[in-house]
């Protein structure tokens, strides 16, 4: 086994932490079901432990990722001058560690304490008006001057505008692993971030970004920030995606308006008509989230939409409560679905629950029973 | 006496209405005091008879206006094809009715039938943006389609362009008497909405417009709509007080957003931030008011300053509670003004609400007690 790249906690050995990467990167294991592990074995050796024994007997598959492929990623993370951060570490980011289906390891470059200041999101669209690239970078440079630490995707348009006038109190978020830069137009933004300011990425070294990455890495971005400010975008758009995920997690939303006459201004005004804060000024924004408190004056909350997320993906579905639908004479995980009406992946991440409480058994077939 | 220009409805004699007319007209009297008048000596004819009676042992004056006067105004109104329209009759509109200090008397030219219908009041800046004039027609016409009347104050910039918008579904409410065109380059818009709309003025015929009728006239436009949209208008402007005026009156409140590098979006964004709501095209004004019910969804509560208004002016104080502060040992009312913090106005009003109740007794030198 590799060193890790950043030495852990001092409760955290070097062989949890390599337990800890190798369980998350494990087939059907995202965010909810690695806490899930974590909580009932109590430490992530112990979970691989018992990963071939769950979902043995037919249902989901569970086998630990393959521990070479591990190694050659620390080793690939060290090479990138990144480090890894854990949930459970006290340099993680607070407000980030309380968000439903956050990762539980992040790696990173730059000054990590950028992420223990007030931090506040910028976002919007790549093909922005010239005008909205301006007050991007003003609204950047006005709240880094204010203290405020600017997160953003470092996409073209907006996102590279907040970052400019923020540095270099600014964090980067990327989509791909943590040593891919993208976009390729960004690639010297990106390294001036790492550098002098703080870049993380989510997924492993080398994964070049998907589109399916996007919503999990705006889930960062918007779980970062007390607030997150939708500078210009459509109303189809990622930064619409980021503000639902700021309102569901019970952050300020918040946005810019726009001339009607202006297509791309609709999104932020659609926010703005469903209970985002309209802001004019980084001064409206230092005045909205300095002392945030955790109840936002915004109230927007309209629903992250499934298909914002691809089934499997780092977004997992919370689990189901199908215990009830259950008894001792075994039926079909196809036949449970149905009748709940929740996803497969949610129904899954039930019956994973209940079989690590040892309340679940495993027929033949794919059917289960109560135990 | 003249003949009224229009016949009063059976209810309401010539020499009533000639009184009605007489009494609002008289100094010191404004809407509330009037009603108040009236309330107490159930027709305008008994209250002229009282009101010499009223504060003759010192405070302040109550005496009619001259007949003849009254007289000239009433054949100014018939000559200016203009009629009367008085606040118990049934076809004074509704929702202006329900108004605090509305005009119990107006003079109108045109199709009265036009205020019956819902009505929506359509403002904003004289020195309108090209974009926001563009906005203001398409509104203006989109409304009228949808059979709403458009209400406005025929100014130049957004009034003119919501009125052009909307013909011949349109009201104009001009803060000059009936017979006075203004601005001048509104003349024949201002003759076009009085042949084929409707068109209404509280002053007298022959009165210039001065800028403390403004505010008054701005209550007539609000009072008359179930909403107010403003369309662009920057922070301090005569639209903004028409929006408090719709707010207070727990009427919609709309606003179409700007950019914040356009200054004249400025009083559009303040409004939304504060609670109204945010339009972006004709439809969403029309999903709003469609079946209003007197429950907004703007939840924009700004007051209305009163130096919004000139004192005595059309726009009157409410009565301060000042009984009491008062025994039956005379005091002046400079010191019941002084120790109750209201102004001068809303004090005078309350001793002539407890003058007519026959609780006040006024002595010399403006000093008064109980009775």
Redo the contacts between chains.
Sequence with gaps: MNELARPPAASLTQEEAFARIRLLRSPNIGPVSYAMLLARFGTAVAALDALPDLGKRGGRQYRAAPADRIEREVDAVRRAGAKYLFHDQPDFPALLAEVDGAPPILTYRGDLSLASAPCVALVGARNASA?AV??AREFGKGLAEAGFTVVSGLARGIDGAAHEGAFPRTIGVIASGIDIAYPPQHEALQERIASEGLLIAEQPPGTEPRGSHFPSRNRIIAGLASGTLVVEAAVKSGSLITARLAGEAGREVMA???????AR??GC?HL??EGA?????PE?VVELLTGFDGTPRSTFREPVSQFDFEPGEMAEAQPADIAALLTTAPVAIDELIRQSGESAAAVQLALLELEIAGRLERHAAGRVSLA
């Design positions: 005008a301006k007050l810019i308006p726009g001339s009607p006459l202006e201004s609709h005004n703005i008509r804060v309209l802001v004019q000024s409206d």
